[in-house]
Antibody, heavy 118, light 107 residues
Framework: QVTLKESGPGILQPSQTLSLTCSFS??????????VGWIRQSSGKGLEWLAN???????YYNPSLKNRLTISKDTSNNQAFLKITNMDTADTATYYC??????????WGQGVMVTVSS | DIQMTQSPASLSASLEEIVTITCQAS??????LAWYQQKPGKSPQLLIY???SLADGVPSRFSGSRSGTQYSLKISRLQVEDIGSYYC?????????FGSGTKLEIK
């Protein structure tokens, strides 16, 4: 059974760095073809893809967030991570991690709400 | 970036009615398209992948089709549990992009 769960600080101040953890089970990020992605959703809005990390450590980022994103993984502990620097109120959203298989995200975490406020 | 133009933005339909949601890709994405359902307060769930393949456990009343760069999600007989928002997503090119969503309500 594949499960994913996000964790994060909940609230942070503008200009701070957001650190998110995705803890997963039921698959390994060392297995050929596996990938974990991060997607966010602002309140009442649509979905925005942020980054992917593949089994071979290939990483892809949404250029709309320029150089603010860093994705990484800990294969031994079945975790993936996302850091976003210089957080702004516009980054307030629910952040999801999801397992990606070729064309789709087939399993999603429950999401973690992140609020940026001074 | 590949733009996914989704319509309608909202939809109200009666139980047992046929519902169709469409996504128009700004360029050729082949079959690199997925559809998701998001119920209120929940995370998105995969419905359709590779444009026409039904995800595991998804009722057969859901189906996906493609005509060129236009993709459609059809619900053949709308049920109460189908209320929520629906999103398309292309995986042909980075950055991955989603449609703006369709909010489906029961009339």
């Amino acid at each position: 059974q594949v499960t994913l769960k996000e964790s994060g600080p909940g609230i942070l101040q503008p200009s701070q760095t957001l650190s998110l953890t995705c803890s997963f089970s039921g698959f390994s990020l060392s297995t050929y073809g596996m990938c974990v992605g991060w997607i966010r959703q602002s309140s009442g809005k649509g979905l925005e893809w942020l980054a992917n990390i593949w089994w071979n450590d290939d990483k892809y980022y949404n250029p709309s967030l320029k150089n603010r994103l860093t994705i990484s993984k800990d294969t031994s502990n079945n975790q993936a991570f996302l850091k976003i620097t210089n957080m702004d109120t516009a980054d307030t959203a629910t952040y999801y991690c999801a397992r990606r298989r070729t064309t789709r995200f087939d399993y999603w975490g429950q999401g973690v709400m992140v609020t940026v406020s001074s | 970036d590949i733009q996914m133009t989704q319509s309608p933005a909202s939809l109200s339909a009666s139980l047992e009615e046929i519902v169709t949601i469409t996504c128009q890709a700004s360029q050729d994405i082949g079959n690199w398209l997925a559809w998701y359902q998001q119920k209120p307060g929940k995370s998105p769930q995969l419905l359709i992948y590779d444009a026409t393949s039904l995800a595991d456990g998804v009722p057969s009343r859901f189906s996906g089709s493609r005509s060129g760069t236009q993709y459609s999600l059809k619900i053949s007989r709308l049920q109460v549990e189908d209320i929520g928002s629906y999103y398309c997503q292309q995986a042909h090119s980075n950055p991955l992009t989603f449609g703006s969503g369709t909010k489906l309500e029961i009339k």
